[in-house]
């Protein structure tokens, strides 16, 4: 089959990849030529592990093209994606202006049938905009078709090859029998594709995210009872986790969620809800905690420090939003520095991947460091933000002779308490008792 993606972003690059890994012909259309270029040499655009490599192959076996002219990108394709930034507006709705702009444009291009997907997360009704936008310019046969992506940042390569579900919405024959012989080769397993209507699927994505978000928030709530009360946080994560009505995922306190999907994802629903006249009070309040939670720390370290944090040196261990990815859109990393900052704090920084992305933001108004270890030379105390796989089981010994005092304060709750209070550290985490 041919494909076009439009849109070379974190959705739109695996996406392509993917599809061209079971055999299909896909060219991906970008505006941005110097993005374009790196990838038609063969320079990956972002982290994700497990795509280059999948990446380099198609490329070489020329089942994967790219190209910055719109025309040329969707004439041969049977089916186009549409794979383009939804960025959240003022008043927190989905800025839909590069979905329709492109529809309309498509709209131009259209010689025949094909069918338009909405990849992009996009609220309930965006499939009729992008079909009247296209109409604008071509009366023939054609098809919009919502099929929201469930990818995680770090296992998108898995999570797009071995789906749980893929959600499709359409309600055209012609349009459903395209997609089912698309999406075969990656539900074998009987793993199922949920054929709905248009607005279903669009607000399935919204509600999946908001429902992890809220789980999220609710748990941070708990751990932050959990300190007022002297329970353990860890503790009541099992007992409720077991229960497999909860399950065990997404029970992990921690300094709030970031990340490009649940924080606009969930300001755009509750935006939606708006718009209807809907007050869609659970989303409101996890809005509200995740806000407050990202700064959880700064009064666990302003009781340690005194609220005078003026001449104070921290390391911090972790930028992007979460581990695997160098993702740093609404990172709690990025709230805890400016409130350092804020302080007059200084700040020595460590992430594997994704320091550019900070440093491109930020420029130098923090230090950035080689390795995890050079960020605690001279610190006053190490934070950790986001929880690397490396950062788990550090040389303890190494940590306490660089930083001026044993003082950690933990946002992702890596380290074990009772081992923390035998090595000496003053150790704070989330929801957990103190070791000290």
């Not at 974190?10 to 505006?31: H, K, M, P, Q, S």
């Not at 594709?193 to 279903?200: L, R």
């Not at 969930?266 to 809800?273: E, F, K, M, P, W």
């Amino acid at each position: 089959m041919k494909i076009s993606v439009v849109g070379t972003g974190y959705v739109g690059l695996v996406t392509g990849t993917c599809f061209a890994e079971t055999g299909n012909t896909v060219t991906c259309v970008d505006i941005d030529e110097r993005k374009v270029a790196k990838l038609r040499g063969g320079e990956i655009t972002i982290y994700e592990p497990g795509l280059e490599k999948l990446f380099q192959r198609n490329l070489k076996e020329e089942r994967l093209h790219f190209t910055t002219n719109l025309a040329e990108g969707i004439k041969e394709s049977d089916i186009v994606f549409l794979a383009l930034p939804t960025p959240p507006g003022e008043d927190g709705s989905a800025d839909l202006k590069y979905v329709l702009g492109v529809a309309e444009e498509i709209g131009k291009l259209l010689t025949g049938y094909k069918v338009l997907v909405n990849k992009s997360t996009v609220p309930v009704g965006t499939a009729k905009k992008v079909h009247d936008a296209v109409r604008k310019n071509y009366n023939g046969e054609f098809d919009v078709v919502s099929n929201p992506e469930f990818l995680r940042e770090g296992v998108a390569v898995e999570d797009f090859m071995k789906p749980d579900r893929v959600v499709v919405g359409t309600q055209s024959e012609r349009a459903k029998k395209l997609m089912t012989d698309l999406y075969a080769p990656f539900v074998r397993q009987g793993n199922p594709v949920i054929f709905m209507d248009e607005a279903s699927a669009e607000l399935t994505k919204y509600a999946a995210n908001s429902f992890l978000a809220t789980k999220i928030s609710f748990m941070n709530e708990v751990a932050r009872l959990c300190e007022k009360l002297g329970a353990d946080v860890d503790m009541v994560r099992r007992g409720i986790g077991s229960d497999e009505r909860i399950g065990k995922r997404f029970l992990f306190p921690g300094i709030g969620y970031g990340g490009s999907c649940f924080p606009k994802d969930v300001q755009a629903l509750v935006r939606s809800s708006h718009e209807v006249d809907y007050d869609f009070r659970i989303l409101e309040a996890v809005m509200t905690v995740n806000e407050d939670q990202k700064t959880h720390l700064m009064p666990k370290i302003k009781k340690h420090f005194g609220d005078n944090l003026v001449g104070k040196h921290f390391a911090i261990w972790g930028l992007a939003f979460k581990p695997n990815t160098d993702d740093i859109r609404e990172a709690p990393a990025l709230y805890m520095i400016k409130s350092l900052l804020g302080e007059g704090a200084t700040v020595t920084v460590f992430d594997p991947e994704a320091m550019g992305n900070v440093k491109a933001q930020m420029d130098n108004v923090i230090n950035y460091a080689d390795s995890q270890y050079d960020a605690l030379q001279d610190a006053d105390a190490l934070i950790i933000v986001t929880e690397w796989n490396e950062f788990r089981t550090p040389d303890f010994d190494k940590i306490g002779s660089l930083l001026k005092s044993k003082t950690i304060f933990d946002g992702r709750n890596v380290f074990d308490v009772t081992e923390m209070e035998r090595l000496g550290y003053h150790y704070e985490s989330i929801g957990r008792r103190s070791a000290n």
